[in-house]
């Protein structure tokens, strides 16, 4: 950015910085930038610019030495995929804690708070199939959960007959009810269950007395140290996490 252009940026965000923090016309907007903790308009036009380019543009962008690639990133869908009429999931879903014990296959899925994926089959209380996965630090508890269950729903699509997929977390299932949702592995979710009519999504509260539920949840805890990563593209809140110290080291060496 041009020299000119940061020096007009910088008066527009004098005014309002000595406002916020009534010193004397005389302060320097450098030091008013210190002790407000904001950073000058050029550096955070620069973060925006790049997130769009990247975001929604899904073009490669650098800022200042990071470089940032939209293929290492979640990207987002537009439009309806799935006309209203034929969004009929509210009888495979239920957000209702429901629980009840049977002999039929049943699947657990769980994400942790570290990160990791899994869900495993149950067939009269024994686990008879599991899967374990482990995401990147980058990636979101949310996109564990969500990935369990895509991954238990594919499973399951071979069994031709009822399937119960239980989850702890509510969000997760309210997320895949919305069919205005960008998110690709939800959109993919959506379409499956419409697809296999016998699989349902269940809600139950967590480690609340469920011996087979806990065996999810310890199978999520122990793929930190037997699995290999699984690849999953990063979430668009973790680039902001990565560009922001970034910004801070250059504004404070210049």
Known sequence: MKSRLRKKLDSIQRLYLLYITRAYRTTATAALQEVTGLQPLHLQIQQEATYARVARARYSSNFFTLIFNPTDYESKSSGIHIQPPNFLLRNQISTAENHRGSGTKTIYADGSKTDEGTYCILENYGIIASWQG???????????EI??????????????????????????????LNPKSHRSMVREIQTLLLSHKHIHLRWLK?????????????????????????????????????????????????
Do not use: M
């Open 134 to 144: 482990k995401l990147d630090h980058s990636n979101s508890v949310f996109q564990a």
């Open 147 to 176: 990935l369990a269950i895509k991954l238990a729903i594919e499973a399951a699509s071979s069994l031709l007959r009822l399937i119960k997929i239980w989850t702890d977390n509510l969000s997760s299932l309210l997320v895949i």
């Open 206 to 254: 967590s480690h609340f007395g469920y011996l087979v539920n806990g065996c999810a949840d310890q199978l999520a805890k122990e793929a930190t140290t037997k699995c290999d990563p699984f690849f999953l593209p990063k979430p668009l809140s973790y680039r902001k996490s990565e560009i922001r110290p970034a910004a801070l080291s250059f504004w404070q060496d210049n």
